[in-house]
């Protein structure tokens, strides 16, 4: 991967006015390390390093034990043994150098990008270095290939007939005077999810009224609540296409009955609040201005909490999509979990999903955005207003 991408990393060290980018590992400590550098299940008992510098070739620091056995891929392999060589070699590695980037976050405002642990981040400031995030650069090798995006595409087509789905049979039952459960209806769309050929991981979310109000509620054969009139209605689902490729992700809101009017104010409230996040990412990107994670949580919340919901509110905005997990690598638009200052870049899918929480019910929409140089596409359905069955 470092050969395809490292003219790209190169050119973005040399933007924001690093020296080099050290990936240091310790058997899994920093599971970026094998993305960047896939080492083919060598075995490595002992600290390695990788040295991208902002200009010249890669290099690969590896202990004496494993040296001749470390696969150079065309890359210059150096050793170490003990203590004393290690910093030395260190500081021949990074000669030169005074800012350089690794997998560490201040204050570990991102536990997602902070992987090297103190004592690591001492013995490399010992040397004369200043050590700054990793977190943008790190998103250059989550990007999105053309068939991953046509495969979340075919994802998120498959999540929108789900939904569909569910609400026909929601009906049908309700029309028939025959009980659902949240249980039901959760097995239901999960079986058709899996006959489409996609993968869930875990089956979706489903709440009816107070089940709602829980943003990781999950029913259960023995515990599920009976559809009753009056109750609003959260699907949360998603699914991906075998192999490696991203999620989609989304949430759709109905209710039993006509909605109460305080029911109507969140959820207009909560739809404002999304679609203030697709304004800002269109407005920003389009004009090719840098937007940080952190800014589209803050500019979504404010909608929120001006209403009076801040005591409502348990989670950020939204989550890059991830290929094992729902839940991605790349930036996240979230500035009240944790810090996020990754810059939303190009060829990454993110969820916008602000959600508002209540004893009774909450109301959550979700929507998946595709961010692209010059602007997004929103990838998935996009509800604007309430579905009555």
């Given amino acids: 991967m470092i050969r395809q991408k490292q003219a790209e990393v190169q050119a973005f060290l040399e933007k924001m006015a690093l020296d080099g980018w050290l990936i240091y590992d310790f058997r899994g400590t920093n599971p970026f390390a094998t993305k960047i550098f896939n080492h083919g299940g060598s075995l490595l008992s002992r600290r390695w390093f990788i040295w991208i510098p902002k200009k010249g070739d890669v290099k690969i620091l590896v202990h004496d034990i494993e040296f001749g056995s470390f696969p150079r891929l065309g890359f210059e392999v150096f050793k170490y043994n003990g203590q004393e060589s290690l910093a030395l070699e260190l500081s021949k590695l990074t000669q030169g150098a005074k800012r350089i980037a690794m997998e560490y976050s201040p204050m570990a405002n991102n536990p997602y990008v902070s992987k090297v642990d103190g004592g690591t981040l001492e013995l490399i400031r010992s040397l004369g270095l200043e050590v700054l995030s990793s977190g943008d650069l790190l998103q250059l090798f989550l990007a999105w290939t053309p068939e991953q995006l046509a495969n979340h595409l075919k994802a998120s087509e498959v999540l929108t007939e789900t939904k569909d789905r569910a609400l026909a049979y929601i009906k049908k039952h309700i029309a028939e005077g025959r009980a659902l459960n949240e249980y039901q209806l959760q097995q239901y769309m999960n079986d058709f999810i899996e006959s489409q050929g996609m993968q869930s991981g875990h089956a979706p979310i489903i709440g009816f009224g107070p089940g709602g109000g829980d943003p990781h509620y999950v029913p259960s054969s023995t515990q599920s609540k009976t559809l009753e009139p009056g109750d609003a209605i959260l699907m949360d689902l998603w699914c991906k296409a075998p192999g490696d490729n ?69 989670h950020r ?34 969820t916008i999903e602000p959600g508002v929480y209540f004893a009774e019910f909450g109301v959550r929409s979700e929507i998946n955005v595709y961010a692209k140089p010059d602007g997004i596409d929103i990838t998935t359905a996009r509800q604007t207003e309430i579905d009555i069955v």
């Fill in 317 to 350: 905005t939204g989550h890059s999509l991830g290929n094992v997990t729902t839940h991605g690598e790349a930036a996240h638009f979230d500035g009240f979990e944790t810090l996020d200052e990754r810059a939303v870049l190009p060829d990454i899918g993110i």
């Fill in 246 to 314: 991203p999620f989609a992700d989304i949430t759709w809101m109905a209710h039993y009955g006509a909605p109460t009017a305080n029911f109507m104010k969140v959820f207009t409230t909560v739809l404002k609040s999304r679609d203030t996040a697709v304004d800002l990412l269109q407005s920003r990107l389009s004009q090719g201005q840098m937007l940080k994670g952190y800014e589209v949580d803050l500019a979504v919340r404010k909608v929120l909490i001006d209403a009076g919901y801040e005591a409502n509110l348990k």
